[in-house]
């Protein structure tokens, strides 16, 4: 079993940083991939950036170049540093993790005012 902890999130202006984390324990040595999805209102849930335990990271399109994924193993922490947030970044931001199995976490809200 895996369990993550989000936190990190907020309210921010057009422009502005956050920096989201996810803390995880348990049985995390069976975890090969870690990553952040997002669900805006009304939209499905939808991958943010992925990194694997070897350090490839994915993105999608529309946060490339603007959000990092990062993790400290010493911390058992993922990061997703957020920068030239826009109101559409609005959503509840979800730490994933997959092995054998994909955990959730519970998610955190982000909110980009215009």
């Known amino acids: 079993q895996v369990q993550l902890v989000e936190s990190g999130g907020g309210l921010v202006q057009a422009g502005g940083s956050l920096r989201l984390s996810c803390a995880f324990s348990?049985?995390?040595?069976?975890?090969?991939?870690m990553g952040w999805y997002r669900q805006a209102p009304g939209k499905q849930r939808e991958l943010v950036a992925t990194?694997?335990?070897?350090?490839?990271?994915n993105y999608a399109d529309s946060v490339k170049g603007r959000f990092t994924i990062s993790s400290d193993a010493a911390r058992n922490t993922v990061y997703l540093h957020m920068n030239s947030l826009k109101p559409e970044d609005t959503a509840v931001y979800y730490c994933?993790?997959?092995?054998?199995?994909?955990?959730w976490g519970q998610g955190t809200q982000v909110t980009v005012s215009s």
């Open positions: 990194i694997l335990t070897r350090g490839s990271t």
């Open positions: 994933m993790a997959s092995g054998p199995k994909t955990y």
């Open positions: 348990g049985s995390s040595s069976s975890i090969n991939v």
